[in-house]
């Protein structure tokens, strides 16, 4: 079954970095694509850019260029997401989704990791 | 504040039907495909409705999805107590460089 496990709780100072794994599982993970999706307490989901694992293309939302960058590990069929200068603003919950390998905008999150809460304080 | 509105909360009686909308603009749902997701207390988002009304295996067909215009539509037959979740609406928008929106989502409540 597909799975996609992601690294555990963070607790950032502000100015910080946080790199954020997402490993999958029981798919060939160069077939398809990953977005990176936060949720803010209370709030509703924002999308924060997508990779594709066949070919490293990358699509940041604007909101974040500049400040994030997504990556791919084939072998060990892991993604990640480093967001830089953070705030406390930043403070959410941060999840990986499948997505498609060519172009996020025609497809679907179909499967999600568990989710990796970020905290950022002084 | 979310590009695409939906009612903060909403309520129903178990086997009752409930409407949820999103209302979006010409660059989101006036050009793209509407997805729906269900997010019960704690735990990730779970498609619904993909393509403003396919269901992915494994969802009842008590859950069907719409659009006309710059709106959506989610509704739910046959509501049960399990249905009481957060509800979202997704949708790609044109602007921006391109970028996937979400409703700021409806609280759905089994009375």
């Known amino acids: 079954q597909v799975q996609l496990v992601q690294s555990g709780a963070e607790l950032k100072k502000p100015g910080a970095s946080v790199k954020v794994s997402c490993q999958a599982s029981g798919y060939n993970f160069i077939s398809f694509g990953v977005s990176w999706v936060r949720q803010a307490p209370g709030q509703g989901p924002e999308w924060m850019g997508w990779i594709s694992a066949y070919n490293g293309n990358t699509k940041y939302a604007q909101k974040f260029q500049g400040r994030v960058t997504m990556t791919t590990d084939a072998s060990t069929s892991t993604a990640y997401m480093e967001l830089r200068s953070l705030t406390p603003d930043d403070t959410a919950v941060y999840y990986c989704?499948?997505?498609?390998?060519?172009?996020?905008?025609?497809?679907?999150?179909?499967?999600w990791g568990q989710g990796t809460p970020v905290t950022v304080s002084s | 504040q979310s590009v695409l509105t939906q009612s903060p909360s909403t309520s129903g009686t178990p086997g009752q039907r409930v409407t949820i909308s999103c209302s979006g603009s010409r660059s989101n749902i006036g050009s793209n495909a509407v997805n729906w997701y269900q997010q019960l207390p704690g735990m990730a988002p779970k498609v619904l409705i993909f393509?403003?009304?396919q269901r992915p295996s494994g969802v009842p067909d008590r859950f069907s999805g719409s659009k006309s215009d710059t709106s959506a539509s989610l509704v739910i037959s046959g509501l049960q107590p399990e249905d009481e979740a957060d509800y979202f609406c997704?949708?790609?928008?044109?602007?921006?460089?391109?970028?996937?929106?979400f409703g700021g989502g409806t609280k759905l409540t089994v009375l």
């Open positions: 989704a499948r997505d498609l390998y060519y172009d996020s905008r025609l497809g679907y999150f179909e499967y």
């Open positions: 997704a949708v790609w928008d044109d602007s921006l460089s391109g970028v996937w929106v």
């Open positions: 393509s403003n009304n």
